[in-house]
């Protein structure tokens, strides 16, 4: 069975940075894209972050660009977000998600196979 765990979600001043991990466990890592979704209160799950397999390609969302920064350690089974100049919008659950696939990166909720339990973000104004 497929899992992914989120970790280092919490609370953060705007402006500030914080930085997401999530470790995953029975797949071939490599073989998998990987991404990152988050869900504010009263919202759909929105689109973060993915990268590739390789890690070669990523691509985000309009809302991050710029702020957040995808990248994965292939070695470690592990894939990261860190952001940075957060704000009071940001808020939100994180999830991370996975599915096999190698070279190509996916950036839709119905792509992905595999999902985390999701790690609270909280930025205060």
């Known amino acids: 069975q497929v899992q992914l765990v989120e970790s280092g979600g919490g609370l953060v001043q705007a402006g500030g940075s914080l930085s997401l991990s999530c470790a995953a466990s029975?797949?071939?890592?490599?073989?998998?894209?990987m991404g990152w979704f988050r869900r504010a209160p009263g919202k759909e799950r929105e689109f973060v972050a993915a990268?590739?397999?390789?890690?070669?390609?990523?691509y985000y969302g309009n809302s991050v660009k710029g702020r957040f920064f995808i990248s994965r350690d292939n070695a470690k089974n592990t894939v990261y977000l860190q952001m940075s100049s957060l704000k009071p919008e940001d808020t939100a659950v994180y999830y991370c998600?996975?599915?096999?696939?190698?070279?190509?990166?996916?950036?839709?909720?119905?792509?992905?196979?595999?999902w985390g339990q999701g790690t609270q973000v909280t930025v205060s104004s």
């Open positions: 998600a996975a599915r096999r696939g190698i070279g190509v990166v996916f950036t839709t909720v119905g792509q992905y196979d595999y």
């Open positions: 029975e797949l071939t890592f490599s073989n998998y894209a």
């Open positions: 990268i590739s397999s390789s890690g070669g390609s990523t």
